[in-house]
């Protein structure tokens, strides 16, 4: 037995105050269903694989607990081993293999999120709808940009994951983020009024 998308939500919520992570577990999330459904897997566990990830960043907010330290938290509310697994699997300290599809697809689409995120935010709108591939590749060069999100992760991740970074990866997550950007506070709402012209 394991848990369902409103328990794992609720065990975000009970670690993680930041808005900003709170959305960066979102937008995993929604990456991986979006894979799930692309390879015929089962979109819910590949869900709480994703919004579960990075839960104990906040209580373990450094790479020699997290995430190792939070998997006793996991097993104590009843999560699977093997979604535990999952989430352990993607922090490159452990040296844990990636040996399922779910496994490498998290690594693939964790750290690419937050660039996303990032382009998304630099534009008049911030409103992730208006981001397009090319404008994320364009960032993508420019190292000094989102300097934080290791692309060689990705561009590992991807590869092993067995797609193309900017036909098939970069497009997908983009959608799927696309897909819930109320959820993300990417819809425009940031945005500054335009002042009135007297």
Do not use: C
């Given at each position: 037995?394991?848990?369902?998308?409103?328990?794992?939500?609720?065990?975000?919520?009970?670690?993680?105050?930041?808005?900003?992570?709170?959305?960066?577990?979102?937008?995993?999330?929604?990456?991986?269903?979006?894979?799930?459904?692309?390879?015929?897997?089962?979109?819910?566990?590949?869900?709480?694989?994703?919004?579960?990830?990075?839960?104990?960043?906040?209580?373990?907010?450094?790479?020699?607990?997290?995430?190792?330290?939070?998997?006793?938290?996991?097993?104590?509310?009843?999560?699977?081993?093997?979604?535990?697994?999952?989430?352990?699997?993607?922090?490159?300290?452990?040296?844990?293999?990636?040996?399922?599809?779910?496994?490498?697809?998290?690594?693939?689409?964790?750290?690419?999120?937050?660039?996303?995120?990032?382009?998304?935010?630099?534009?008049?709108?911030?409103?992730?709808?208006?981001?397009?591939?090319?404008?994320?590749?364009?960032?993508?060069?420019?190292?000094?940009?989102?300097?934080?999100?290791?692309?060689?992760?990705?561009?590992?991740?991807?590869?092993?994951?067995?797609?193309?970074l900017w036909d098939e990866h970069v497009p997908t997550v983009l959608k799927a983020m696309q897909a819930i950007a109320g959820n993300l506070g990417l819809d425009g709402r940031l945005a500054k009024p335009v002042e009135?012209?007297?």
């Open positions: 037995m394991s848990i369902n998308r409103e328990q794992a939500w609720n065990i975000v919520t009970e670690f993680v105050q930041s808005e900003s992570l709170r959305n960066h577990m979102r937008s995993v999330e929604a990456a991986m269903r979006a894979y799930a459904e692309k390879f015929g897997e089962d979109v819910e566990t590949w869900g709480v694989v994703g919004l579960l990830h990075d839960f104990d960043w906040e209580i373990h907010p450094d790479l020699e607990r997290h995430p190792i330290a939070g998997a006793p938290i996991l097993r104590e509310r009843g999560v699977a081993e093997d979604i535990i697994q999952s989430v352990l699997s993607h922090a490159d300290e452990l040296k844990i293999p990636r040996v399922s599809l779910r496994d490498k697809t998290l690594y693939a689409v964790d750290e690419l999120t937050g660039l996303i995120t990032a382009a998304a935010l630099v534009r008049p709108s911030k409103d992730i709808r208006d981001v397009e591939v090319s404008s994320i590749k364009k960032k993508w060069k420019d190292r000094a940009f989102a300097a934080g999100v290791n692309r060689e992760d990705v561009e590992h991740g991807t590869a092993d994951l067995g797609v193309d009135p012209a007297n």
